[in-house]
């Protein structure tokens, strides 16, 4: 019942903000209208952070308790966050090709680290997939969902490093904040779009988590033959 | 005051014969390698292959060919490396081995060094063939960066092994082991890649923007990062 709530509460925050940010604030000057779909990027760049912040602490939660929630929490974040990274690509793509001429910008350091995040994670929910015993699988899972985390400030600074000339961070930088150049709309619309987002956000991960949860139980209950109709469902554990 | 030394003492010889068990397991798949296992044999020649056909995808422009040597010459050490981390542990695990390395009453990270340790020599071995075959293929000179060129390509192959073996020992049991490496490990070695390629350029061109101790500084972080990681987890991937 409070994740109907949730959902609904997402649902409705998200069409709110959307509203305000097509026609509550006035079109950048200089990018024009292009500069709208900024609000759903950075509130989706945020999110896909995050989701991959709570794979890597639950994939060391895993490692040291051996909790089955722990693994449907990593798993949650992955997946949600792959989910995230692609839209945040898609997003960076449609502002690139009005506003820098270009889909694809070599040169900016945080497009191509989060292609690489993409990448990294899809490995990451591919290796689930090939392993059939639950446990094995929240293992070697959480293995590589610990190296990708060592492995993003890494990309981070050697693309950093390769030539970037993004424009600095809009948000969270000391001279942005004590002279704001980003009139108080904006920076409402983009507040507004991350708290909608957030919810979202919230709202998936408590359903991926549960279903996760689910499927592990229905799989170990097969294992041990207390669902003889699953048990043909589920691959046998490979010797 | 005593006792601090004899634990001291017992810390040292302990070092010592985990680096004894590494350098068995080395020499184990060395020797197995030089009796025609076949397991990085191919892969050079793989390697070899690589840059012939990259000359003939980027056509006869010796100018283009010389400017995308750096990269093409890492790109060709990788991905035979890739095959070559994946075979040691294939083999291994087709004879039944695996199964034996996992038993020995030794500290998994010991058995980790030694399996990086064979991957590293594979992936110098890789280095050593590539590099001149590069000079002569696409007119490029080396011999006056050699010494810098020595010390990228060891950090480099070292990095690779030490996270090409804890990926390669994570998916040798899995069905689509041979696809699912390279996904897993391209992506994660992106960063050495990179640092590698901006390296073996700079050294060509004499260090121009003076940007070669940042790279260096990148690849020795990267290899050290990645090793700690192999350390820890590799004993999880043993354990099934």
């Known amino acids: 019942m409070a994740t109907r709530v949730l959902g609904l509460g997402a649902l409705v925050t998200v069409a709110g903000a959307t509203a305000f940010a097509l026609v509550g604030v006035p079109a950048d000057l ?4 292009a500069q709208r779909i900024m609000y759903i990027h950075v509130a989706s760049a945020w999110l896909a952070y995050l989701s991959f912040g709570v794979t890597a602490a639950a994939s060391a939660w895993w490692l040291v308790r051996r909790e089955p929630r722990a693994d449907a929490v990593a798993l949650a974040g992955a997946e949600v966050g792959v989910l995230f990274t692609a839209a945040t690509i898609w997003a960076g793509m449609m502002w690139g090709r009005p506003v820098w001429g270009t889909y694809w910008q070599w040169e900016d350091p945080r497009l191509t680290t989060t292609a690489l995040l993409l990448a990294l994670y899809v490995g990451y929910l591919l290796i689930r997939r090939l392993t ?18 060592i492995d993003i400030p890494i990309v981070h600074f050697s693309v950093v490093w390769w030539r970037g000339l993004h424009q600095g961070p809009t948000f969270m930088s000391p001279d942005t904040i004590l002279n704001p150049p980003a009139p108080g709309p904006f920076v ?28 592990w139980e229905a799989e170990e209950s097969a294992r041990r033959g207390r669902l003889p109709g699953l048990a043909a469902a589920v691959p046998a554990p490979r010797p | 005051m005593e006792r601090g030394a004899a634990g001291g003492i017992a810390t040292v010889t302990a070092v010592a014969r985990h680096l004894a068990v ?11 390698e030089l009796r025609g296992r076949q397991a990085v044999t191919s892969t050079l020649f793989l390697a070899a292959l690589t840059l012939l056909i990259f000359g003939f995808a980027l056509g006869p422009d010796r100018a283009s060919l010389a400017a995308a040597g750096p990269g093409l010459l ?27 390395l996992a038993l020995y009453p030794v500290p998994r990270a010991a058995i980790y060094l030694g399996k990086a340790l064979g991957g590293l020599a594979a992936m110098v071995a890789l280095g050593a063939l590539v590099l001149p075959l590069t000079a002569i293929l696409y007119a490029i000179d080396v011999a006056s960066a050699l010494p810098g060129l020595v010390l990228v390509i060891g950090l480099g192959a070292l990095g690779f092994a030490a996270i090409g073996t804890l990926y390669a020992g994570l998916t040798v049991r899995l069905r689509a082991r041979e696809v699912l490496l390279p996904l897993l490990l391209l992506p994660v070695v992106a960063p050495l890649l990179l640092a590698a390629v901006s390296a073996t350029a700079s050294l ?3 260090d121009p923007l003076g940007e070669l101790g940042a790279w260096l500084q990148l690849l020795i972080g990267y290899d050290l990062a990645m090793l700690l990681a192999g350390g820890l987890t590799y004993g999880l991937a043993l354990e099934e």
């Open chain 1, 30 to 33: 200089n990018q024009g209208e």
């Open chain 1, 132 to 149: 059939d015993e639950p446990a094995r699988r929240a293992t070697r899972a959480a293995v590589v969902g610990i190296v990708a985390a």
């Open chain 1, 188 to 215: 409402a619309a983009l507040l507004l779009m991350l708290g909608a987002f957030s919810l979202a956000w919230l709202w998936l991960m408590v359903n991926r988590y549960r279903l996760a949860r689910l499927d």
């Open chain 2, 22 to 32: 590494a350098r068995a397991i080395a020499a184990k798949d060395l020797r197995a």
């Open chain 2, 74 to 100: 890492w790109l060709a050490v990788i991905l035979s490396g890739v095959l070559a981390v994946g075979r040691l542990h294939q083999l291994e695990m087709e004879d039944g081995a695996f199964e034996l």
């Open chain 2, 204 to 206: 060509l061109a004499g």
